[in-house]
């Protein structure tokens, strides 16, 4: 169910999007493109947190995630009405922040953290050579997806 309605959704939405035409192409350069998957995006996420948070024994680690993804995506598209963001930057902070989370449970060693931190740093890399994104865009990405799932774990902690 989580990686049907986090993974297989947003793709399927994203090639409904570009085969009706309301997006240019799947790449998204232009900020009115990235408007409508983001919201779509964020519907299904919304679902997907509210489905979890209803189930019995539902771990706190899985809600931060999906709560923290809800956040990020309305950060990144309110942000992405006056400035481009990496969508991929964040998603590929998020491990970072739900691992940094995970330690603060106590779940963790320190030890895997490093190898999340250099795999989010691959994607930026990348993302910044394949002139995506600058450097500016992709260091928001990080701030805004590792912050989120730290931000959402004290909210649900609370």
Known sequence: MLALSTILFPFLVIVLLRLSGLISNARMH????????????LIV???TYNFFDHQEKTPL??????L??????VIIFSVNLFYKVSVHTTAAAIMPGILIVS???GR????ILPGAII?????GIVRWFLGAHTVGQILIGYFIGISMQIAAY?????
């Open 154 to 158: 004290f909210f649900l902690k609370v």
């Open 61 to 66: 680690l899985l809600q931060v995630l999906l």
């Open 119 to 123: 795999a989010a740093l691959i994607v």
């Open 103 to 105: 330690m603060m449970e």
């Open 30 to 41: 232009d900020a009115k493109d990235r408007t409508v998957p983001l919201i779509s995006t």
């Open 45 to 47: 996420y919304i679902w």
């Open 108 to 111: 963790l060693p320190v030890t």
């Open 68 to 73: 923290g993804s809800c956040c990020a995506l």
